[in-house]
């Protein structure tokens, strides 16, 4: 996560949370918005660049013209894994959204992050993606003009991982009907 955090004599001085407490802590305001759990550890998150956003807000519209109506696209919402509390760019969640009055969805159909500052971190979260058993998982990197797609998720990570660039079309396996050509969701004359 951090080169901080790669001596295993600094993990070990890592204060580890649970799921619970740090649900609990956000609630009663002790945690800032701009934090999210991920391995037990509290991570900032980064900010969001122009083009992050610019591209964070291409893809929902897409999605939302064909997901199916028994599917939620959820815009920097939480989930709550095992031990990690990510807030993907946008996740696809099947139910309706009172389904999430008590608590936050365990698991999506479809993750995306958008990744301009973030790439390491969010390639990171690929492993707790998989091992938590969701779909699949697109890592949108625009700088590169390109997405990399995670499938078939195993407690060992994703086993399969295709990258495609602006000249193809990202399909959802995981929802039938969802695709679109990569180049709607990428910035004009980038």
Known sequence: ????????????????????????????????????????????????????????????????AQVPND?????ETPLTLRDSAPEPDISVVRGKLD??????????H???????????LDEGKAEIYAEAGLAEYWLVRPEDRAVDVYREPSSEGFL????????????????LGVGFAMADILPVGL
């Open 110 to 120: 479809l993750v995306i992050e958008v990744a301009v500052t973030s790439t390491a």
């Open 1 to 64: 996560m951090t080169s901080l955090l790669e001596p295993l004599a600094f993990r070990d001085l890592v204060h580890r949370t649970p799921v619970e407490d740090y649900h609990r802590a956000g609630e009663t305001g002790v945690l800032s918005d701009d934090v999210e759990l991920l391995r037990g550890i509290v991570v900032t998150k980064m900010p969001k660049s122009p083009l992050h956003e610019l591209v964070a807000q291409k893809l929902p519209k897409r999605l939302l």
């Open 160 to 175: 399969a991982k295709t990258t495609l660039t602006e000249r193809d079309t990202l399909r959802c396996a995981s929802i």
């Open 71 to 75: 599917f939620e696209v959820r815009r």
């Open 99 to 108: 389904d999430w009055a008590t608590a936050h969805p365990s698991t999506a």
